[in-house]
């Protein structure tokens, strides 16, 4: 006669995940709670034993400097104590979803199989335009979420992405970027939501938001600076004072993980002011841990470890740089482990690294594991993956999430006298991003991330081009196409033909712009950062040769980044910009020029007027925002933040305050009216601003502090209500704590930052009061219909 023996109390679902992972890490070795930490990426070894997927044909690298290291261990070595993540099973390589399962069933069996305790590894992916797998749905980049201005519509693009994730077996993805945007010519702009703390904070939230509530934990990165880099060259040093950090860049940060309750943070590449992200206590546990409260795992940037040592040089080698990233903050290293490896265990037992950092690392990980299920009895591979027959990558309701959020993102710059375009009989479409729709796609779209290595492999997915989209916009036009020249390079020699093809129609379409790639390989994306704001290659000579027809010439800017286009506003005969929209970009921007779709997009960039001598962005105070004289260099850009015209004409106005005079601890309501004055129905982005005229420190000239998106029909109004709390105007004051000042500020509404024609003016009373971790971060909107 047997008894049935029972499971031991970690795996027991019914207990407290706490108790349970208490129970586990009693009987767990050191070297089992280290091998949590660490990770495995067999796609990274091009056709490692035993792994799916062709050989690639190029040395595209996926990855900074990923060819620098070789490749590791067999999966059964690496996971002989255990092993804490997966790296990107489905997005190394071209696979099937079929390939792709099988490929996570079999490596899960080997990390169960190969330790004492078998507990199954944290799968993780990349999201940044939708799931990066072969043959998934791409959807436009996150500098377009942010020209949405609409964090709802995000929300239900991010759940839908985290649906299909989620159904494969994956447990994390590496999204969103919340860096926000303090240097254009960054390489990944693209990859950022815009150039506003508050906008950055209100869609990444959506994000995460969307994200995890298909049980996909979001990982906010990059933690934190990355994008003020010195020149904005990748990786580069940030030489950035702490007023500053606190001000313009943790915000959204902190709103993702107070308002959104994210599961992972992932740490910068950069150092701030001499100290790298990665190794600072300061960073990853005093202000993200012990004043915000998170309590899920903080995974390194890939390599991010060993590059304390080789790239930074604050560490002596890789075991000194796993044992500072620890104790700093780092819980898992990506993308292979390295720095948390079998050194990590002899530091350890030689003193020179205190265990309870181990213990501490290893209790949230495994506590997020027991949050997935990864620490229940009989939890298999097989299980995980279950959903996947119904998985289909390029749904119809993707595509019609992407659409959307394509239409949503295009921002009508100046309509000019031509868009609408109708009546045209013959129409020319010049350019290099007309007839290329991986231009339409970001760095991390997988048919620019990986297939690049894989040239002979198509996408698997339908890519209309501008060119093919417009065709059947217009079904009775003749539409004539020349490319003119490339994106990158020097090469005229299509100028004449462009020329012609312009000369010989009633209007040219010009499509320029960026097509994106890594390291060098695109003019934008990761690593692929611009000496200066002209347009690539001869792409400008190409407009002004299209200009000098004297033909209407529209031009639209397919981008990662904003482009100076002075040289071209006021001859041009209009101006559209679409931010990388996606696999559904061509139709989106086909139906904008034609009318069918009502344009609504926004800047979440400004546009600059010339190449070079702009501050960046709009967040400057009176010093870096005005033309005084002081300097020849004007900053005012071309086209402001929160810029975009429709179809159709609004009014904002009539601004009204709730009261004048308000508490240093109270809020007070501003309420203005927004009227659809035109003939067509559409949709305004009512902007909320905040200006604080006398400060301690100097303050940005004028700040988004809320936004609405309002849809009205012809005629139509509403009143749109903004409910300020005065935590709402904190800043860092000279002693770097977070205060709210008493005094007068300035309110301003309206549709850009550049067009305000609301002003009132409220005095907070009081004493300066200090804003706590507890402070309120977000700007409640209400909107009410208001008689036409």
Not at 511 to 521: K, P, Q, R, Y
Not at 563 to 569: N, R
Not at 626 to 640: I, W
Not at 750 to 755: K, L, P, V
């Given at each position: 006669m047997t008894t049935e023996q029972s499971p031991p109390l970690w795996r027991d679902p019914k207990l407290p995940e706490a108790q349970r992972v208490e129970a586990l890490l009693a009987i767990m070795t050191l070297e089992e709670k280290v091998a949590q930490l660490g990770s495995r990426w067999l796609g990274k070894d091009k056709g490692a034993t035993g792994a799916a997927g062709p050989e690639p044909e190029s040395e595209h690298s996926v990855a900074p400097m990923e060819n620098e290291f070789g490749s590791g261990p067999a999966l059964e070595d690496a996971s002989r104590h255990g092993l804490g993540q997966l790296t990107r099973i489905y997005g190394s390589y071209p696979i099937t979803v079929s390939e792709g399962t099988a490929e996570l069933v079999r490596?899960?069996?080997?990390?169960?199989?190969?330790?004492?305790?078998?507990?199954?590894?944290?799968?993780?992916?990349?999201?940044?335009?939708?799931?990066?797998?072969h043959g998934a749905s791409v959807y436009p980049a996150a500098i377009a979420w942010g020209a949405t201005f609409d964090p709802e519509l995000i929300e239900r693009m991010a759940a839908a992405i985290g649906r299909d994730m989620a159904a494969l077996g994956v447990h994390q993805a590496l999204a969103p970027v919340l860096d926000v945007v303090r240097d254009y010519r960054w390489g990944r702009v693209e990859e950022s939501i815009g150039e506003d703390p508050y906008l950055v904070a209100t869609v990444g939230s959506a994000y995460v938001r969307g994200l995890q509530s298909s049980g996909v934990i979001a990982t906010l990165k990059h933690f934190a600076g990355y994008s003020a880099s010195r020149g904005?060259?990748?990786?580069?040093?940030?030489?950035?004072?702490?007023?500053?950090?606190?001000?313009?860049?943790?915000?959204?940060?902190?709103?993702?993980?107070?308002?959104?309750?994210?599961?992972?943070?992932?740490?910068?590449?950069?150092?701030?002011?001499?100290?790298?992200?990665?190794a600072d206590p300061w960073l990853l546990t005093d202000v993200l841990r012990e004043e915000w409260g998170f309590t899920g795992t903080v995974v390194s940037d890939y390599w991010a470890v060993p590059f304390l040592a080789s790239m930074h040089g604050v560490a002596a080698d890789d075991g000194d740089a796993g044992a500072r990233a620890l104790v700093a903050g780092i819980d898992v290293e990506l993308p292979d482990t390295i720095g948390y490896g079998s050194e990590m265990v002899d530091r350890v037992r030689a003193g020179k690294l205190d265990e309870s950092y181990v213990d501490r690392a290893a209790r949230r990980v495994l506590t997020q594991k027991a949050a997935l299920g990864l620490l229940d009895d009989g939890w298999t591979?097989?299980?995980?993956?279950?959903?996947?027959?119904?998985?289909?990558?390029?749904?119809?309701?993707?595509?019609?999430?992407?659409?959307?959020?394509?239409?949503?993102?295009?921002?009508?710059?100046?309509?000019?006298?031509?868009?609408?375009?109708?009546?045209?009989?013959?129409?020319?479409?010049?350019?290099?991003?007309?007839?290329?729709?991986?231009?339409?796609?970001?760095?991390?779209?997988?048919?620019?991330?990986?297939?690049?290595?894989?040239?002979?492999?198509?996408?698997?997915?339908?890519?209309?081009?501008?060119?093919?989209?417009?065709?059947?916009?217009?079904?009775?036009?003749?539409?004539?196409?020349?490319?003119?020249?490339?994106?990158?390079?020097?090469?005229?020699?299509?100028?004449?033909?462009?020329?012609?093809?312009?000369?010989?129609?009633?209007?040219?379409?010009?499509?320029?712009?960026?097509?994106?790639?890594?390291?060098?390989?695109?003019?934008?994306?990761?690593?692929?950062?611009?000496?200066?704001?002209?347009?690539?290659?001869?792409q400008a000579e190409l407009l002004e040769a299209l200009l000098a027809t004297g033909k209407p010439v529209?031009?639209?800017?397919?981008?990662?980044?904003?482009?100076?286009?002075?040289?071209?506003?006021?001859?041009?005969?209009?101006?559209?910009?679409?931010?990388?929209?996606?696999?559904?970009?061509?139709?989106?921007?086909?139906?904008?020029?034609?009318?069918?779709?009502?344009?609504?997009g926004k800047l979440p960039v400004q546009i600059p007027r010339t190449p070079g001598g702009q501050p960046g962005t709009y967040l400057q105070p009176r010093l870096g925002a005005?033309?005084?004289?002081?300097?020849?260099?004007?900053?005012?850009?071309?086209?402001?933040f929160g810029h975009g015209r429709s179809y159709t004409s609004f009014t904002v106005g009539d601004l009204r305050l709730s009261s004048t005079r308000v508490p240093i601890d109270g809020e007070f309501t501003a309420t203005v009216l927004v009227r659809?004055?035109?003939?067509?129905?559409?949709?305004?982005?009512?902007?909320?601003?905040?200006?604080?005229?006398?400060?301690?420190?100097?303050?940005?000239?004028?700040?988004?502090?809320?936004?609405q998106r309002v849809e009205l029909a012809a005629g139509a109004a509403a009143e749109v209500a903004f409910r300020v709390h005065t935590d709402r105007t904190a800043f860092t004051g000279r002693d770097l704590r977070r205060i709210i000042e008493?005094?007068?500020?300035?309110?301003?509404?309206?549709?850009?930052?550049?067009?305000l024609p609301c002003e009132a003016v409220v005095e907070l009373t009081g004493p300066v009061r200090l804003a706590g971790p507890d402070r309120v971060m977000l700007t409640p909107v209400e909107v009410r219909q208001a008689d036409s």
């Open positions: 490596q899960q069996r080997i990390v169960m199989a190969s330790s004492r305790l078998g507990i199954p590894a944290v799968v993780h992916e990349e999201c940044l335009t939708g799931f990066t797998m904005a060259r990748n990786h580069g040093p940030v030489p950035m004072g702490r007023r500053e950090l606190l001000d313009m860049i943790l915000p959204p940060f902190e709103t993702a993980v107070r308002e959104a309750g994210v599961g992972s943070v992932m740490n910068s590449y950069s150092d701030i002011d001499g100290v790298p992200a990665g591979p097989e299980d995980s993956v279950a959903g996947a027959k119904r998985v289909v990558l390029d749904s119809p309701t993707n595509r019609e999430l992407a659409r959307a959020v394509a239409e949503r993102s295009i921002v009508l710059l100046d309509p000019g006298t031509v868009l609408p375009l109708t009546g045209a009989a013959r129409i020319a479409v010049v350019g290099p991003c007309a007839d290329d729709a991986r231009t339409f796609l970001g760095c991390y779209a997988f048919p620019n991330h990986v297939l690049p290595r894989y040239p002979g492999v198509k996408p698997e997915i339908e890519l209309p081009t501008a060119v093919e989209s417009l065709r059947a916009e217009f079904g009775g036009a003749e539409i004539a196409y020349a490319p003119g020249c490339a994106v990158e390079g020097d090469d005229r020699s299509g100028f004449a033909d462009a020329v012609a093809t312009a000369e010989g129609a009633d209007v040219c379409l010009a499509f320029v712009g960026d097509l994106a790639g890594l390291f060098g390989n695109g003019t934008s994306g990761e690593g692929c950062d611009a000496a200066d704001l002209r347009l690539p290659g001869v529209v031009v639209v800017v397919v981008s990662g980044r904003p482009y100076a286009l002075g040289d071209v506003a006021g001859r041009a005969t209009a101006l559209v910009q679409a931010f990388m929209p996606g696999e559904e970009g061509g139709p989106a921007i086909a139906g904008v020029l034609s009318g069918r779709v009502q344009p609504s005005m033309h005084t004289g002081t300097s020849n260099l004007d900053p005012t850009p071309l086209f402001a659809n004055t035109g003939d067509r129905d559409g949709s305004e982005v009512v902007q909320l601003y905040l200006s604080d005229p006398v400060a301690q420190v100097t303050r940005p000239v004028i700040q988004l502090v809320g936004y008493p005094g007068e500020l300035r309110i301003l509404a309206g549709t850009s930052a550049a067009d």
